[in-house]
């Protein structure tokens, strides 16, 4: 990894677990929101283990999570959390210590305030730091082995292990509180999926079949100087084959594409699907970058 690489990510990585301690300091524990992550987990067992101090269970969870994450999610991985692992609970310590330089009641609000807006917050930390391969060290690990395994994005998956960690919270809260935190594992699994796609290119990927074929597919490659991929097609009623033309271009210049299509061929049939990232010549550098 290039070391500018490197360097952007542990900046990333560190942001990320400050604005996850944010969530936690000052909206998970003056309101004992049930929500994911570690934090949420040891809310949800204090009333079952309340001789185990919070900060004991929070570590035992991180240094075996830790470990797992290490075996199954690579040794870069492992070297990255490292990191998450001790500035967590650095932020953490820190952030619960500055609350108590306010009233006592500063941070404490309605329920569901304190579930939307912890999920939003912790979602973008994890976002950010699962941008950069790594994690908080904590209940996002299983969320991300779920993802590597299985391929569900990222924040899915972390919906999946947040979900379960508040149904953990039924037999101990109620079944209230733990349905107010279900609006934190959305927030927060919506904030990860928008975090995450930060800086993708936005595209668009058109499926084309049209009688003039060759000529939308010359005005493409000429006039609009981008690629295009002829598939052969076969219609389902006619049995015919016919070429289908994939072309992926830039959101801004579709308008352009249909205009041009249409009047070459009005009755072209045109499929369009939105693509968040593109990776290639044209999108992410020129042929002119490699020579």
Known sequence: ???????????????????????VAFFVLPNDTLTGGVAGVAVALKPLLPFIPS????????????ILGAIFLGKEFAL??????????????????VTTLFPEDTFVMQPILASVYC?????????????ANASTGGMDIPALMIHKYTHISSGNSVMIIDAL???LG??????????????????????????VLIGSSRSINCMIVSDRWMEIKDH???????GVTVLEGKGGYTNEFRPVLMIVIPQKQYSH??????????????????VYEVDGEGFTYELEDLK
């Open 220 to 226: 493409v490659l000429s006039d609009m100087e981008r």
């Open 55 to 66: 900060v004991w269970l929070i570590n035992i969870l991180m240094i075996g999570l830790y």
């Open 80 to 97: 990255k959390s490292l990191i998450s692992t001790f500035s967590y609970s650095g932020f953490v310590s820190l952030l619960t210590y």
């Open 170 to 195: 039924i037999s101990t809260y109620g079944l209230e509180p733990a349905l107010i935190g279900v609006f934190s594992v959305f927030a927060s699994g919506f904030a990860i999926d928008k975090t």
């Open 119 to 131: 999920g939003l917050i912790s979602g973008i930390g994890l976002g950010l730091c699962f941008r």
């Open 257 to 274: 594409l249909e205009s041009e299509i249409l009047e070459l061929d009005p009755r072209a049939f045109i499929v369009v699907n939105n």
């Open 165 to 167: 960690t508040v149904l």
């Open 1 to 23: 990894m290039k070391k500018d690489n490197y360097v952007k990510d542990v900046i990333s990585v560190l942001i990320g677990n400050f604005l996850v301690a944010v969530s």
